[in-house]
């Protein structure tokens, strides 16, 4: 497990599939050895934009993403394994990161590199001490500028028994603390929540909610309150053997004005 996966069965749950757009996701085309994505998004004003992406290997290096932008921009994103463990990865969108990933046992470490403008580094450590305890921590340094030194650092925790499983990481170079609680009351409902303390806010409720699988044929449900008062719900559905359909929709408070909603089919 990486750092940044600390908190994810929770913020999974209160995150994922919440949408407001309109899009159409087909995955796993082929092209010879080319794997092929394309993703279509309608705008509020009725106007589609779509990008293209593929991925494939040659002579060793994973080329895990080569994406086309109706922006014009690109994205490229490429891996190497140079030895068991160890992994190379290089990124490039607006910028350019050399980045390692190494596991050695129950412990993963990150680092990261902007070799575009050699203005930052990152790096991240996590180690699993027990089978239901995971400690890690992050930290950035700045490399150049007036802010030269380091710009962030934060550590957390999980800890998973049974149906429950909670999460602590800081932030803001430990100025606040983020919990993140998942618990599986049985195989078809999750409830989930996440808090953040700090000395402003002694406890402030980000969001609260939960997954319903158990109606059989009509597919998951999902909805969650947020602390700005935003209501969110979505249904998670298979509509046909490896097509995927999500219907989300959100409102504030009670004010039918604000309600916005969203529709992603992916193939």
Do not use: W
């Not at 129950?106 to 403008?117: F, H, Q, R």
């Amino acid at each position: 497990m990486k750092f940044s996966d600390i908190s994810k069965p929770s913020s999974d749950l209160l995150g994922n599939d919440y949408c407001s757009n309109v899009t159409l996701k087909a995955k796993g085309l082929s092209a010879g050895p080319v794997s092929v994505s394309v993703e279509t998004e309608r705008s509020a004003a009725g106007t589609l934009s779509s990008k293209i992406g593929g991925k494939f290997a040659y002579a060793g290096l994973n080329f895990d993403k080569l994406e086309a932008n109706a922006d014009g921009s690109n994205v490229l994103e490429t891996s190497l394994v140079p030895c068991p463990g160890c992994k190379m990865t290089f990124k490039a969108k607006k910028g350019a990161d050399l980045g390692l990933e190494y596991t050695a046992g129950k412990m993963t470490t990150t680092g990261s590199l902007d070799v575009l403008n050699m203005s930052k580094f990152s790096t991240s450590a996590c180690i699993g001490v027990s089978p239901a305890i995971n400690l890690g921590g992050d930290l950035s340094y700045n490399l150049s500028g007036d802010k030269a030194g380091l710009s962030s650092y934060n550590v957390g925790a999980s800890y998973a028994t049974g149906p429950m499983f909670a999460s602590v990481t800081t932030a803001n170079k430990f100025a606040q603390f983020n919990v993140g609680v998942l618990y599986k009351v049985n195989k078809d409902l999750s409830l989930a929540s996440s808090t953040t303390h700090s000395s402003a806010k002694a406890c402030n409720v980000a969001a609260i909610g939960g997954s319903y699988s158990g109606l059989g044929s009509v597919g998951t449900i999902k909805a969650k309150v947020g602390s700005n008062g935003v209501t969110s719900a979505c249904l998670v559905k298979e509509i046909a053997p490896k097509v995927n359909l999500t219907a989300s929709g959100s409102i504030s408070g009670t004010d039918t004005s604000t309600f916005k909603y969203g529709l992603g089919i992916t193939m």
